[in-house]
C-alpha cells in the first residue's frame, strides 16, 4: 500500500485522526513500550505474539473499513497510520527472531 501510494506527508496531528478504526489502531500501537518493558523487565516474552495480533486485528478492521489511498484530506495521517503499524509490526517480529516478510 505504502509503495502504491507514492509520496505522501508524515502526519502527527492528533486532529486528523477521528474515526474510531483509527483511534483504536493508534491505542494499540501506543502499547509498544509498555508491553517491551514487560516482556524484558518480567520475562514475560510470550506476551509479545499477542500483542502482535492484537495490532495485527486492528489494523485489519482499520484497512476494512477505512479508505487510505481514496482518502481525501485524511490520506497523509491514514498513509502515516500505516506505516507506524508495519513499524511495529516489524519490532515484535524482530524481537522474537523472525524475518518480517517485505508484503503480504
Do not use: W
Not at 43 to 71: C, D, T, W
Not at 80 to 103: A, F, Q
Amino acid at each position: 500500500m505504502l509503495k502504491k501510494a507514492g509520496e505522501y506527508e508524515h502526519c502527527t496531528d492528533p486532529a486528523m485522526f477521528s474515526d474510531e478504526y483509527e483511534r483504536a489502531l493508534i491505542r494499540a500501537l501506543s502499547k509498544l513500550g509498555s508491553v517491551l518493558r514487560e516482556a524484558a523487565e518480567e520475562k514475560r516474552m510470550h506476551i509479545l505474539p499477542g500483542y502482535g495480533h492484537e495490532v495485527a486485528s486492528a489494523f485489519n478492521q482499520f484497512y476494512a473499513m477505512v479508505p487510505v489511498l481514496s482518502s481525501d484530506k485524511n490520506r497523509d495521517a491514514r498513509l502515516t497510520l500505516v506505516e507506524c503499524t508495519r513499524t511495529v509490526l516489524r519490532n515484535v517480529l524482530d524481537c522474537l527472531g523472525i524475518d518480517c516478510p517485505e508484503e503480504m
